[in-house]
């Protein structure tokens, strides 16, 4: 496969051609040097098999963000550290440098100083104007800045330097944000000015290191900070005249949603921007990297087959399965724990100001704590429910050696998620269904499909560990009006045991309550969602919302925030607003989607035996798939 061949960049030799590209992880130490959590991560990664790492938003200066810095000295040895970790296992290593689209100086006196509400905006104000304001002189010593941590770097035994050419770069090569009439704005030269003089400083100051450049193309949907589609070619080919060894292909930003950068599963189809990338390639020699939506090792060679990119980059499926590579290379690509591109854990994450991690993958973030160990003494396992927490904990039982049966109650497994696939755009979701069924299926685990387990069935099997992952059920109060036959339930109306027509209010804004609006909407349906808090979906991703509401507008769906439900009659929904006005929303259907509680399952006759009894998933606490995972890893993994 061409994806595992090796690839030679700037005279460096990479084993092969698959990139972690740089991603912001809240990894790294508040000084922004390389902590022990940040340096496992990406240790993970290499050992997973990965031929090149982009360590992403390394600063130059100081910020008060929590990203990487190499600003001092002293910084240097948590980066060599990093560095020859990753080595260790044949992973070259990339420092992506890049600068604020503010003055750093200037905020970080403010921040010192305890001035908060100046601090935002003063922030405010420089990520709408600073790329205009900012002095010939002080781009000038950006420049000298990003050149000293760039030898800091080289120092610390980085294999390459990756402009990020986003953020004050690409503000600055923006048709869109600069509005500069000097000699660094107006033209296409006087834009892309900046960059070029900043390639050939880091040339003269780093010559034997390879220098990569993020090459952010703003498209006419998407993107403000970054260099037109149209003139893409053209600056690529001044990029290579003046000494970048390889361009990384991707959709600017600068939007205020990173959706655009790291779209949800639906937003954007796989591979999105390789036709991009392949028209960047014609106009250059250099090799050519992208990302986008590339999941599985089929897709990835089928990019570097049409000749349109050299490396591919694999953010968020490195995330949820580390050991892409080394799966690959093996013949196991079926093995992969394949992303499903929810955003939860990583953009979300990201924009929430939480480290980053997977939905999939309990270990992310926690590569140090969270290993499967082989079980000293195997034991014989049972697991009581087959959704994403009972699917996770037999996995993980069997991988440590126990023999484990599994009981699901349904003819099939996965649970929630099987319902959870049903809203527009959601279908990829069905994908961590079948990595766990798979998963489960190969580790040798037992299935009892269609048996719901009792105190009885499971005592035959004479267990010395029952995980308990029955789940939760969906919660409706008691409304005057509930029991009327024109209201649903909407977990059964997703799952299709009930159907609904016409004019529909849904009663619960939340996750639940919103997607299950917008598919039926989707279907024709006149929808009014109506919600007791003042504003609606709670618990919808940052970079899935803006989808959703556009999809509201499409669709005409009404919002009722504010809104109490004090009963329920045939032909309408009665409502009291925050001013206790009675508000009546006519419909056909009112579909109640309040929220879910745990589902019991009597132990007391397994306790009595002795036999060692663990909850997990919404059985344990009602919350997401994340909790889930995690809880049904944690448990397993401590037998």
């Not at 279908?427 to 009892?448: D, I, M, P």
């Not at 007391?604 to 997990?616: F, H, M, W």
Request: charge should be negative; include cysteine.
């Amino acid at each position: 496969m061409k994806i595992l061949e090796p690839i030679t960049v700037g005279g460096v030799t990479f084993k092969n051609r698959i990139m972690f590209p740089p991603l912001s992880t809240g990894y790294e130490a508040k000084d922004g040097s390389i902590s022990a959590q940040s340096r496992a991560f990406y240790t993970r990664l290499a050992r997973g098999g990965v031929g090149y790492i982009v360590l992403g938003d390394v600063a130059p200066v100081r910020t008060f963000t929590r990203i990487p810095k190499l600003f001092d000295d002293s910084q240097i040895e948590s980066f060599r550290l990093l560095a020859d970790s990753v080595h260790a296992y044949g992973a070259k290593l990339g420092l992506q440098i890049f600068h604020p689209e503010y003055d750093c100086d200037a905020i970080n006196a403010l921040f010192a100083s305890g001035e908060i509400d100046q601090v935002r905006t003063r922030l405010h104000h420089d990520m709408e104007f600073f790329v205009n304001e900012v002095s010939e002189a002080a781009l000038m010593q950006v420049i000298e800045r990003i050149c000293e941590c760039a030898v800091r770097a080289q120092k610390a035994g980085a294999d390459a330097i990756q402009v990020h050419g986003d953020r004050l770069v690409g503000v600055l090569c923006s048709t869109k944000m600069n509005q500069r009439t000097d000699k660094f704005g107006g033209s296409l030269e006087n834009r892309t000015r900046f960059a070029l003089l900043l390639v050939r400083a880091l040339k003269k100051s780093v010559p034997d290191m390879i220098l990569d450049y993020k090459f952010p193309v703003v498209t006419p949907a998407r993107g403000k900070g970054g260099i037109d589609e149209a003139d893409a070619p053209a600056f690529a080919k001044w990029l290579q005249d003046a000494g970048v060894d390889m361009l990384h292909v991707a959709q600017a930003n600068h939007t205020g949603n990173m959706a655009d950068t790291i779209p949800p599963m639906g937003v954007q189809p796989y591979c999105f921007f390789v036709d991009i990338a392949g028209a960047v390639k014609q106009a250059v020699s250099i090799p050519v990297s992208t990302a986008g939506r590339i999941i599985d090792p089929v897709m990835a060679e089928n990019v570097l087959q049409s000749g349109k990119a050299d490396m591919v980059g694999l953010g968020r499926p490195l995330l949820a399965d580390p050991d892409w590579a080394n799966k690959t290379a093996a013949g196991k690509a079926d093995d992969i724990r394949r992303c499903i591109s929810c955003n939860k854990g990583c953009t979300d994450n990201i924009q929430n100001r939480a480290f980053i991690a997977c939905v999939l993958n309990a270990e992310n973030g926690y590569e140090d704590t969270r290993l499967i160990t082989p079980a000293i003494t195997p034991k014989n396992v049972v697991v009581i429910g087959g959704g994403p927490a009972g699917l996770e904990a037999a996995r993980v039982a069997a991988i440590k050696g126990h023999s484990v049966t599994l009981f699901e109650k349904e003819t099939e497994l996965g649970g929630q998620l099987n319902i959870a696939g049903v809203p527009p755009r959601k279908k990829e979701t069905y994908r961590a269904v079948e990595n766990l069924v798979h998963a489960v299926s190969t580790q040798g685990v037992t299935l009892r499909l269609h048996e719901a387990a009792t105190s009885g069935s499971v005592l035959a099997l004479t267990p010395d560990a029952v995980i308990v992952a029955v789940g939760a059920s969906s919660f409706t109060p008691a409304i005057p009006g509930v029991d009327g036959p024109n209201v649903c339930d909407a977990w059964k109306v997703l799952a299709g045991e009930q159907e609904v027509h016409g004019r529909v209010a849904v009663v619960g804004g939340g996750l639940v309550g919103c997607e299950t609006a917008e598919y039926l909407a989707a279907q024709g349906c006149k929808v009014s969602v109506v919600e007791m808090r003042n504003q609606i979906a709670n618990g919808v991703g940052s970079t899935v919302l803006p989808t959703l509401l556009e999809n509201y507008r499409t669709y005409g769906v009404e919002q009722y925030t504010g809104h109490k439900v004090p009963s329920i009659a045939m032909g309408e929904l009665i409502c009291e607003d925050k001013d206790n006005n009675v508000v009546k929303i006519p419909c056909d259907y009112v579909v109640m989607a309040i929220g879910a509680r745990p589902v019991t399952f009597d132990t007391a006759a397994l306790s009595d035996k002795g036999i060692e009894i663990v909850k997990i998933g919404d059985c344990r606490e009602v919350a997401d798939i994340s909790h889930a995972i995690k809880t049904g890893y944690d448990a397993a993994n401590a037998l």
